[in-house]
């Protein structure tokens, strides 16, 4: 798709050369300056044609003045971006079966456009025309739509234009996130993810992509992780993604992305309706993926680390039964009282290989808990923290993203229910306040760097009619990485690391019973 910002302003507007002209007009004034656009407005209001309330639109086929063939007023709740957003998806329905080929948006009076209005443009036009059609060769045609001007003024255009490129970034990278969630488990496996990262670290030469295999992951001690593969025929693969943006010496911001392309629950099996949404358990890898493909697109100054392990979780003879004890990296014990509470035994040996990085921040991004659906619904993910100028970062982030996040507690008091009397704790604590108590588990091996956790259980995909990938929270993160950039990392510096006292620690422990290999042939 084809981006522009043009300078047009009064009488002009009329005149644009597109296939169809798209007026977001709100309220207070319904004006754009054009004596043709503003007439048709005009009329339609008072014919009650249209309303000026939010969600209203209304096509018109050839209309008198107006040098494009097509023209489509839609209204705006008020003058924000966000608002702004929904009359484009809006009106966007309204053309999406017409032959549009190259359109172009005016704001009205009192809409400025700033960097947040372009870039919801982008957005909403990307979201709108994504279509999933890997798997489904019947899927609709993708519309003939290739360019989308928009018009402003001349003092609008440096932010515009700003909006306009960040926008396309982050669309690209909502849309691999998408397409990754969407793509069914039997053929988004680990091994396909890492091939992914792969190939995104061949597309961009800032970007270094590492995959580490089983017998590496064994020689860490990630036997928390590794326990989670156990029942299941696909290898599990650990990604690590390097963008270096920023001066060496200055700490990364870390990116750790749960990867599970199937959650069955393994032994501790799901009840089969909606099971098939589970493939959708990689959303946290696939938001990592995005925010690296939006970011090694923007080129900001960071450097940014992203970690994702990824295994299927499966039942079979193999599989780790509830009560087995597995040893973590940390040299944690943990008895796996649940094998359906398996994204936290794969990330807890994530977020202590994070140590060595040294980072600056520490973010991890994961479809954690059925709870976190329960608490917020659809529409913020979780956001948990011990660090509130982290927390705050990321829930401004998520404002501008237009991508929210909302706020929930991890106070330690949350975890004496994760006490077990056979290793240092459980994985899983009652069934009440269940996100948070997934948190508090997380938080036991985040103590060397600032840390937080985004629960995206509810924001990930959607069910029902639309199933399917969100991409969220790509915007956030990477609307967070690109403040942290332009911050130079000031509000987020680095602590001092205690990896030495945790090596340690793990040196101590009793060694697991070896497992044995399933046979897959
Ligand atoms: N991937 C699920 C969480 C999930 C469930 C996300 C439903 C979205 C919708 C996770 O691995 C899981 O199964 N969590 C369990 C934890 C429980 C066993 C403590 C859950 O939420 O039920
Ligand atoms: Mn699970
Ligand atoms: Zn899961």
Redesign the pocket.
């Known amino acids: 798709m084809d981006y522009r910002y043009t300078v047009a302003q009064g009488p002009a507007l009329s005149q644009i050369n597109a296939d169809a002209l798209l007026v977001i007009l709100c309220s207070d004034h319904a004006t754009t300056g054009d004596p043709a656009v503003d007439a048709l407005a005009q009329e339609a209001l008072a014919s009650r044609d249209w309303d000026l309330k939010a969600g209203k639109v209304l096509y018109l086929h050839r209309p008198v003045g107006v040098k494009a063939p097509r023209l489509v007023l839609s209204a705006a709740a008020d003058s924000s971006a966000k608002a702004f957003k929904a009359a484009v998806v809006k009106a966007l329905a309204a053309i999406k079966e017409r032959d549009v080929a190259h359109l172009a948006v005016i704001a009205g009076a009192g809409l400025t456009l700033d960097a947040a209005h372009a870039q919801a443009l982008v957005l909403a036009v990307a979201d709108v025309g994504y279509v999933y059609r890997h798997t489904k060769p019947s899927a609709p045609k993708a519309s003939g739509l290739h360019k989308v001007t928009l018009v402003g003024t001349t003092d609008q255009a440096a932010g515009a234009k700003a909006g306009l490129s960040q926008g396309q970034a982050v669309a690209h990278g909502v849309t691999l996130a998408r397409e990754l969630g969407n793509r069914p488990a039997n053929y988004c496996t680990p091994t396909f993810l890492a091939h992914e990262a792969k190939r995104l670290g061949k597309e961009f030469k800032h970007l270094k992509v590492d995959v580490l295999e089983r017998a590496a992951l064994e020689k860490l001690g990630m036997g928390s992780f590794l326990s989670v593969t156990n029942g299941s025929a696909e290898p599990p693969k650990f990604i690590i993604l390097r963008y270096e943006g920023g001066a060496k010496s200055q700490a990364p911001i870390v990116l750790v992305g749960?990867g599970?392309t199937f959650?069955s629950?393994g032994i501790?099996i799901?009840p089969g309706a909606?099971m098939d949404?589970?493939k959708?358990?990689m959303g946290g890898a696939a938001s990592v993926l995005g925010t690296f493909r939006a970011v090694a697109e923007l080129k900001p100054k960071v450097n940014l680390i992203g970690l994702i392990p990824t295994c299927e979780?499966m039942p079979s003879g193999t599989a780790t039964k509830p009560g087995d004890v597995v040893t973590s990296m940390s040299g944690q014990t943990i008895e796996v009282l649940?094998t359906?509470?398996?994204?936290r035994l794969i990330l807890c040996d994530a977020l202590t290989y994070a140590e060595r990085f040294k980072p600056a921040a520490v973010v991890d991004i994961?479809?954690?808990?059925?709870?976190?659906?329960v608490a917020l619904g659809h529409v913020h993910s979780g956001l948990f923290s011990t660090d509130d100028e982290l927390a705050q970062a990321l829930l401004a982030a998520g404002q501008q993203a237009q991508d929210t996040a909302w706020r929930l507690p991890v106070d330690d008091e949350y975890g004496e229910s994760l006490k077990s009397n056979f290793a240092d704790l459980g994985?899983?604590?009652g069934?009440e306040g269940?996100?948070i108590?997934?948190a508090v588990f997380l938080s036991k091996f985040t103590k060397s760097y600032r840390w937080a956790h985004l629960d995206i259980?509810?924001s990930?995909w959607k069910s029902g009619g639309a199933k399917g990938g969100t991409g969220r929270p790509v915007g956030l993160l990477t609307q967070f990485v690109l403040t942290q950039a332009e911050a130079g990392n000031a509000a987020i510096q680095a602590r001092p690391s205690e990896t030495s006292k945790r090596a340690k620690l793990a040196a101590k422990v009793a060694k697991p019973a070896a497992r044995v290999p399933r046979k897959t042939a």
């Open positions: 749960k599970i959650d629950g501790s799901k909606g949404e589970m959708f358990d979780n649940n359906d509470a398996e994204g994961a479809t954690l808990t059925g709870a976190c659906v994985n899983v604590g069934r269940g996100a108590t997934a259980a509810g990930a």
